[in-house]
């Protein structure tokens, strides 16, 4: 059971969360232009990273705020060195 | 043609709760048709100043603060979000108070009062009880008076609001359709304090 840390409860069984996959993965400015390859890839494809990974996460049984995690895959370490702005983004 | 009438989520589990508090050690039973309603506004939106001369307390913008006046308890529900206990009756016109002094500022005012019912756990023994389905630290030292959760309790998602440590007393917020499952499980939880 992994404890994370939620930016406004404190940290919480990993239970209480829902996993929103990888951060930072933009909607295309203009999703007209973009051609059925890049749209798929867009819309499928994930890095699948061992080690640091920066990933969402949704408190869904307590405060149902999302927030950006950066955790380490393989020893599910959790760093908290990020600021509360760049976690509750 | 028939005449209505209200019926509480736990009014089939009325007995069960009463019958599985022990006088001086644990008491359970419901505290049905509170009015209740969700304030979601921008904590540092001029709105936000003027709901709370309206309900007479600023809203609390600490997580799990809980703020009172004479009649209402605010609970923080998250960093743009409120849940507002009012007594029974009272939900149409707080409602109104709350949206009138909302105005035309981006926010929202939903009355919710059948969305929970409480329970309300109290004596010496609750801490304990609830602690048998709920991975939150309900010590005093980090769950205080006038401070609430919103956690686990038995699988089911649960508002925990403490309204008092020295005489310890819980109000548990479970959803309608889930009350009768936490009854029984609170029963079951409870049985080893009957003699």
């Not at chain 1, 380490?72 to 976690?87: G, L, M, Q, R, Y």
């Not at chain 2, 009325?14 to 009015?35: D, R, W």
């Not at chain 2, 630290?137 to 609430?148: E, I």
């Amino acid at each position: 059971m992994m404890l994370i840390p939620c930016p406004w409860c404190g940290p919480r069984n990993e239970t209480e969360f829902h996993y929103g996959g990888q951060a930072d993965v933009s909607y295309p400015a203009d999703p007209q232009a973009v051609s059925d390859v890049d749209w798929a890839r867009f819309l499928f494809f994930r890095a699948n990273t061992k080690g640091i990974f920066t990933e969402r996460w949704n408190h869904q049984a307590g405060c149902r705020r999302w927030f950006t995690v950066r955790r380490d895959t393989t020893t599910n370490e959790i760093f908290h060195d990020d600021s509360h702005e760049a976690v509750t983004r | 043609m028939a005449e209505l009438h209200g019926e509480s989520p736990l009014v089939t589990r009325a007995e069960t709760l009463a019958g599985s508090s022990v006088p001086g050690v644990l008491h359970l039973s419901e505290v049905a048709f509170t009015a209740q309603v969700t304030l979601r506004v921008d904590p540092k939106s001029p709105a936000a100043e003027r709901i709370g001369t309206a309900v007479g307390t600023m809203l609390p913008n600490q997580p799990g603060q809980v703020a009172r006046t004479e009649r209402l308890q605010i609970l923080w529900m998250g960093p743009d979000e409120w849940l507002l206990i009012g007594p029974e009756g009272g939900a149409e016109q707080l409602q109104a108070t709350l949206t009138e002094a909302l105005g035309e500022e981006h926010g929202s005012v939903v009355d919710v009062s059948g969305h929970r019912t409480i329970v309300e756990v109290t004596g010496p023994k609750s801490r304990e009880l609830l602690a048998k389905g709920c991975a939150l630290d309900l010590h005093r030292r980090s769950f205080a008076s006038d401070q609430c959760a919103q956690t686990l309790l038995a699988r089911t998602g649960v508002v925990l609001l403490c309204r008092d440590v020295e005489q310890p007393s819980f109000w548990i917020f479970v959803r309608s359709s889930f009350a009768r499952y936490l009854a029984d499980w609170l029963a079951d939880a409870a049985a080893e304090y009957r003699v």
